[in-house]
């Protein structure tokens, strides 16, 4: 089915490891964002993408690195997990003919203990 | 900066019921649009309703309704005859003209149906 794919669902992390979120879209959007949602704050946007080779920050962007070097794919990388990146983080596309339809992944539970 | 806010964190409703969700906002744009997004226990997100601000009309599918006032900046979402499967959390969010990718979301309205 043509949409968002974000794995893992889930995620336990130790305070200080690292990891990769992964999000991938079959629909050829040019326009990818990765999003936090966290308790009384609505989601924040940590990094958005335009297309391919073409990334920038969001509202709350230190401790993630992205980087876009396919339309398709577009990975989350906590440097060092700490206990305040502990959140649902949801990736979302769009395509340039309908720049405002956004299509959002599951989203990804991410506890760090 | 855009921000939005929703000052409701929790309604309720009867099941058939109507109910109204607020949503303000806060921009010196001209360009933009509003987004009621619907986030049921599955943690997907879907959209709801969306409105162009330079579009006077207000938007509506099917049970869901808005009411876009641009001048006082407030975009509430209103449903009618309210069912067990509206329950959810609410997000209103709001995009530049200019945007791409860069939603500003509200805090979020958590509504339960009661049957």
């Known amino acids: 089915n043509a949409g968002v794919t974000q794995t893992p669902k889930f995620q336990v992390l130790k305070t200080g490891q690292s990891m990769t979120l992964q999000c991938a879209q079959d629909?050829?959007?040019?326009?990818m964002s990765w999003y936090r949602q966290d308790p009384g704050m609505g989601l924040r946007l940590i990094h958005y993408?335009?297309?391919?080779?073409?990334?920038d920050q969001g509202e709350v962007p230190n401790g993630y690195n992205v980087s876009r070097s396919t339309t398709e794919d577009f990975p989350l990388r906590l440097l060092s997990a700490a206990p305040s990146q502990t959140s649902v983080y949801f990736c979302?596309?769009?395509?340039?003919?309908?720049?405002?339809?956004?299509?959002f992944g599951s989203g990804t539970r991410l506890t760090v203990v | 900066a855009q921000t939005v806010t929703q000052s409701q964190p929790e309604m309720s409703v009867q099941e058939a019921e109507t109910v109204t969700l607020s949503c303000t906002y806060d921009?010196?744009?001209?360009?933009?649009?509003l987004f009621w997004y619907k986030q049921p226990p599955s943690r997907q997100m879907i959209l709801v309703i969306r409105?162009?601000?330079?579009?006077?009309q207000n938007a509506t599918e099917n049970r869901f309704s808005v009411n876009f006032q641009k001048a006082a900046k407030s975009f509430s979402l209103k449903i009618s005859d309210s069912q067990l499967g509206d329950t959810a959390m609410y997000f209103c969010?709001?995009?530049?003209?200019?945007?791409?990718?860069?939603?500003?979301f509200g805090q979020g309205t958590i509504l339960t149906v009661h049957p």
């Open positions: 979302a596309s769009s395509c340039l003919r309908d720049r405002y339809g956004y299509t």
């Open positions: 921009t010196s744009e001209n360009n933009y649009y």
């Open positions: 993408s335009v297309g391919a080779g073409i990334t």
């Open positions: 409105q162009e601000a330079y579009k006077q």
């Open positions: 629909m050829n959007h040019e326009y």
């Open positions: 969010a709001f995009i530049r003209g200019t945007s791409y990718g860069k939603l500003t």
